[in-house]
């Protein structure tokens, strides 16, 4: 069964700090992948998302995700991490039909 | 548009109790979707529509969970009985068509506490 993986549970940094977000899928198809952030007391929004072309995305707020195939990766990084980054992050994988497979979510905090 | 509206922002129940779950998608969007957000599970789909139709209900925990699309513009996810393992958020989402591209417009989600 198609799967998300976010091994990250819960990361701590420090404000200016550059920031990584693992995120792997088990869907060998050609997939379309997007990560989804959700601030305190709000809802999801979609942060940035990569159908085809170049694998490395950019998205709002300075971050962007580096799709890398042989490694069924698409993880997100930001340079340097605000207090306002504060937010728990969705991984998600589509297939057609619409159909989100989330990962489990990753939790940032940082720290000013 | 006012976006995806979900009703009620809140609802706290007693064990047992029926809970029903309202959402209200964009206008002219085909697709509904449901999702569940726990702590130990992340966001997980339970049901989506397409053109008011159930397509995939694999989601679905329990026969205690049904959800309906009578019309274009309104679905209601129900818990009955419900128990305090089915707290958490509920998120409704709607999209315009269901391409793996399309992007999905998020309500603000139901959060449900169960006693």
């Known amino acids: 069964a198609q799967s998300v993986s976010q091994h990250n549970h819960h990361v701590i940094l420090s404000e200016a700090a550059s920031l990584e977000l693992g995120c792997n899928y088990s869907?060998?198809?050609?997939?379309?992948l997007f990560w989804y952030v959700q601030y305190p007391g709000q809802h999801l929004q979609l942060l940035l998302k990569?159908?085809?072309?170049?694998?490395l995305v950019k998205g709002i707020k300075g971050f962007e995700a580096e799709f890398i195939k042989s490694k069924f990766s698409f993880n997100l990084r930001k340079p340097s991490v605000q207090w306002s980054d504060t937010a728990e992050y969705f991984c998600?994988?589509?297939?057609?039909?619409?159909?989100?497979?989330f990962g489990q979510g990753t939790e940032l905090s940082v720290k000013p | 548009d006012a976006g995806v509206i979900q009703s009620p922002r809140h609802e706290v129940t007693e064990m047992g109790q029926e809970v029903t779950l309202r959402c209200k998608p964009i206008s002219g969007h085909d697709y509904l979707f449901w999702y569940r957000q726990t702590m130990m599970r992340g966001l997980e789909l339970l049901i989506y529509?397409?053109?008011?139709?159930?397509?995939?209900d694999s989601g679905m925990p329990e026969d205690r969970f049904s959800a309906k699309m009578p019309n274009a513009s309104f679905s209601t996810l129900k818990i009955q009985p419900s128990e305090p393992r089915d707290s958490a958020v509920y998120f409704c989402?709607?999209?315009?068509?269901?391409?793996?591209?399309?992007?999905?417009?998020f309500g603000s989600g139901t959060q449900l506490s169960v006693l």
């Open positions: 869907y060998g198809g050609t997939v379309n």
């Open positions: 529509f397409n053109n008011n139709v159930p397509i995939d």
């Open positions: 998600a994988v589509s297939q057609w039909g619409g159909k989100l497979i």
């Open positions: 990569y159908f085809s072309g170049d694998p």
């Open positions: 989402a709607s999209s315009l068509s269901g391409v793996a591209n399309e992007k999905l417009f």
